[in-house]
Antibody, heavy 122, light 110 residues
Framework: QVQLQESGPGLVKPSQTLSLTCTVS??????????FDWIRQPAGKGLEWIGR???????DYNPSLKSRVTISGDTSKNRFSLDLSSVTAADTAVYYC??????????????WGQGILVTVSS | QSVLTQPPSASGTPGQRVTISCSGS????????VYWYHQLPGMAPSLLIY???QRPSGVPDRFSGSKSGTSASLAISGLRSEDEADYYC???????????FGGGTKLTVL
């Protein structure tokens, strides 16, 4: 059974860096069959894709966040991380990690973490 | 302002059929498969429809998806109280080179 679990601080001060980790079980982040993504959801609002990483270390980011985002992986611990710098209150959201299965007919998010609420406040 | 446009709300009575629309563009829905996710309060989204009209195992056939041009729709027949949730459409955006979501539709079962 594939499981993803987010972890990290629930409170971050403005201008600092938000750092989260997603630990994956039941699947390897080294597999060439998947991307591993971060998605966020402000309270009462819709979903926003942040970015993703592939086993090779290649990454894709949402252009609106690209200058502040870094996604990286630790294959030895089978986990991947999100760093979002220079945060403001607008970055307050529930952050989800998700597995994106690669298929010829189109990729899909087949497993999600439960989500972690991160509040940006002094 | 979401790249994909959904109505903010929809409603129906038990047993009814409801549809939720999702409007995009040539670089989004017009070029790529559409996916639908539903989200119960306090829970993570869950895949409901993939590749426009395919259901993952375990999703009842009351749920169906369709796509035409730059728009897509999710239909729910035989509405049940447990269908009350938020529904999101999603697709890849060739212009942004990234995933985009609709703003979500809150379905209320009256």
């Amino acid at each position: 059974q594939v499981q993803l679990q987010e972890s990290g601080p629930g409170l971050v001060k403005p201008s600092q860096t938000l750092s989260l980790t997603c630990t994956v079980s039941g699947a390897s982040i080294s597999s060439g069959a998947y991307y591993f993504d971060w998605i966020r959801q402000p309270a009462g609002k819709g979903l926003e894709w942040i970015g993703r990483m592939f086993t090779t270390g290649s990454t894709d980011y949402n252009p609106s966040l690209k200058s502040r985002v870094t996604i990286s992986g630790d294959t030895s611990k089978n986990r991947f991380s999100l760093d979002l710098s220079s945060v403001t209150a607008a970055d307050t959201a529930v952050y989800y990690c998700a597995r994106e299965r690669i298929t010829v007919e189109g990729n899909l998010f087949d497993f999600w973490g439960q989500g972690i609420l991160v509040t940006v406040s002094s | 302002q979401s790249v994909l446009t959904q109505p903010p709300s929809a409603s129906g009575t038990p047993g009814q059929r409801v549809t939720i629309s999702c409007s995009g563009s040539t670089s989004t829905i017009g070029s790529n498969s559409v996916y639908w996710y539903h989200q119960l309060p306090g829970m993570a989204p869950s895949l409901l429809i993939y590749r426009n009209n395919q259901r993952p195992s375990g999703v009842p056939d009351r749920f169906s998806g369709s796509k035409s041009g730059t728009s897509a729709s999710l239909a729910i027949s035989g509405l049940r109280s447990e269908d009350e949730a938020d529904y999101y459409c999603a697709t890849w955006d060739d212009s942004l080179s990234g995933w985009v979501f609709g703003g979500g539709t809150k379905l209320t079962v009256l």
